[in-house]
């Protein structure tokens, strides 16, 4: 398990950028399952939405995306690196994330070639799926 302290040790994001809280399995190059406990704190909540608090479709695809970017950038090679979005591709929102909700993100690097590769997202609270995404990085 990784506390926050030691994600912010492999990649750059920071407060209050920094969605990840914790990574509970890493298997470095091939796949990080992280969670996000969200909370009303959250600074994007004062504006989205202030009457029916909503986490934000991106940020939930910035959180997974950032996870998948622990399990790329621990791999020896790639430390003191970034990972990059090259694309987003078949998003699918299926839920709402509200605050009181612990998001469990997974992210599995399915394709990878050079410095650019595919990561297969799922999002979930609770077990029941928040988001499906492909995520393409490239890391520099």
């Known amino acids: ?22 990574i509970e399995e890493l298997v470095p190059g091939e796949r990080a399952v992280g969670y996000k406990c ?33 399990a790329i950038l621990s791999l020896e090679n790639n430390k003191g690196k970034t990972a990059y979005f090259g694309a987003v591709n078949n998003a699918r929102f299926k839920r709402k994330v509200v605050p009181g909700d612990k998001l469990k993100m997974e992210c599995e690097i ?17 077990g029941e799926v928040a988001l499906t995404a492909e995520l393409t990085f490239m890391v520099q």
């Open 1 to 22: 398990m990784l506390s926050t302290q030691q994600i912010m040790e492999i990649i750059p994001h920071r407060h209050p950028f920094l969605l990840v809280d914790v």
């Open 38 to 70: 969200v909370t009303y704190d959250e600074p994007f909540f004062a504006g989205h939405f202030p009457k029916e608090p909503v986490m934000p479709g991106v940020l939930q695809i910035e959180a997974c995306a950032q996870v998948g970017a622990v």
């Open 110 to 126: 399915i394709r990878q070639k050079g410095p650019v590769g595919i990561g297969r997202a799922v999002a979930s609270v609770d």
